[in-house]
C-alpha cells in the first residue's frame, strides 16, 4: 500500500508540474517579449501566483495522503510583502517540500541559488528560469584558488540576481551548508557540529553586500526529523510521521566588505565567526527538537568514532 499510494503522489506530482508549467513558460516568453519595464514587473505576479498554485497542490498531498504532521514554532511576524534573506539547515530533498509548506503565501515566493547543471531537469529547470531562479557554478575553494575567475563569475551572478529581486518581494533561499548533511560528510569534514556541517559564509555575504539595504531581516529555519532522515519516497509512502520546525527572525548582521585586501580578510572572518555562531544555536535547537539529552554521545556516530547512517 506504501508503494502504491508513493507512485499515485508522485502521477499527480507530475501532472500539477506539467500543468503549471506550461502557463509559466508562456508568460515567462510574454515577459521576456514585452517593452515595458512596468509590464515586465505585472508579469512578475502572474509567475509567482502560478508558482504558488503549484506549491499548494503538493501541500494538499502532504496534508491528506501522507500522514505527515509538522510542529512549527515562530511564525507570527511574517510578511508576504517582505524581503527576507532565509537560512536552513540541509537533510533531505523534503525540506524543500516543508519549507514551501511553511512559507507559502506567507513570505514571498522562496528563491534558491541552484547549480548551473539543474537547470537541463526535465520541466523544473525551466521552471526555475522563468522564476529567475540564480544559477551558480557551485565551485570549491579548491578550484577557486586555482582561477580565482570562478568566484568572481559567481559573485557577479548573485549580484545580478539581486538587483533583480530589489524591485519585487523576494525570500533568497540558502542552504549554507551547501550539500545535503550525512554522517559520512560529517565525519570527513571533522564538523565540530553534533548535527551540522561546517557553514559556508561566502553566498550570505554575497547576498548582504549586494541587497541587505532592501531585505527586512534573516529567517534561521531549523529543521528536525525525529524519526530519522527521509527520502522524497518515505514521504510518499507515509513513512515520516513528523516533523519539526523552528523558526527565528534575526537581524541583518553587517556585511563583510571594507578597504584594502587585509582589512576585507578580517571583516570576512569576523563574517564567519557570526556564521559559526549562528550554527552553534542552530546545532542546539536541533538537539532539542529531536528531544536529545545534548550530554549524551551523538548517536549516530559509533563508538569507535566512525559515523554510521542510522537511515
Not at 68 to 76: K, P, S, W
Not at 85 to 90: C, E, K, P, W, Y
Not at 131 to 148: C, K, S
Not at 256 to 272: H, K, L, Y
Amino acid at each position: 500500500m506504501s508503494l502504491l499510494r508513493a507512485v499515485l503522489i508522485l502521477l499527480v506530482v507530475v501532472s500539477s508540474t506539467v500543468v503549471h508549467v506550461v502557463p509559466l513558460l508562456a508568460v515567462a516568453l510574454l515577459k521576456a517579449l514585452l517593452p515595458s519595464q512596468r509590464l515586465r514587473l505585472a508579469c512578475n505576479s502572474l509567475l509567482t501566483g502560478i508558482a504558488e498554485s503549484w506549491i499548494a497542490v503538493n501541500t494538499f498531498l502532504i496534508d491528506h495522503f501522507t500522514g505527515t504532521r509538522l510542529e512549527v514554532a515562530g511564525t507570527a511576524e511574517l510578511r508576504p510583502d517582505g524581503h527576507y534573506l532565509v537560512l536552513a539547515n540541509h537533510q533531505s530533498w523534503v525540506d524543500i517540500l516543508v519549507l514551501q509548506k511553511i512559507f507559502n503565501r506567507r513570505i514571498p515566493l522562496l528563491r534558491f541559488f541552484l547549480k548551473r547543471q539543474l537547470f537541463w531537469v526535465p520541466l523544473l529547470g525551466l521552471a526555475w528560469w522563468a522564476l529567475d531562479f540564480p544559477f551558480m557554478g557551485r565551485h570549491t575553494r579548491a578550484q577557486i584558488a586555482r582561477n580565482p575567475e570562478l568566484g568572481r563569475r559567481d559573485m557577479e551572478a548573485t549580484r545580478r540576481a539581486c538587483e533583480k529581486f530589489r524591485s519585487i518581494p523576494v525570500s533568497v533561499m540558502n542552504f549554507v551548508e551547501g550539500t545535503r548533511f550525512t554522517p559520512g560528510k560529517h565525519a570527513r569534514q571533522s564538523s565540530p557540529y553534533r548535527h551540522l556541517l561546517k557553514p559556508k559564509a561566502g553566498g550570505v555575504a554575497y547576498v548582504l553586500d549586494a541587497m541587505g539595504d532592501a531585505l527586512h531581516g534573516i529567517l534561521d529555519v531549523t529543521i528536525a526529523y525525529p524519526h530519522g532522515r527521509p527520502t522524497m519516497v518515505d514521504l510518499m509512502a507515509g513513512r515520516v510521521p513528523m516533523v519539526r520546525v523552528s523558526i527565528r527572525q534575526r537581524p541583518l548582521p553587517a556585511a563583510p566588505v571594507a578597504d584594502g585586501e587585509s582589512q576585507e580578510r578580517a571583516a570576512r572572518a569576523r563574517f564567519q565567526q557570526w556564521m559559526n555562531g549562528l550554527w552553534r544555536e542552530k546545532d542546539e535547537e536541533l538537539s532539542r527538537l529531536l528531544g536529545e539529552d545534548a550530554r549524551r554521545p551523538d548517536p549516530s556516530t559509533s563508538p569507535d568514532g566512525a559515523a554510521s547512517d542510522a537511515t
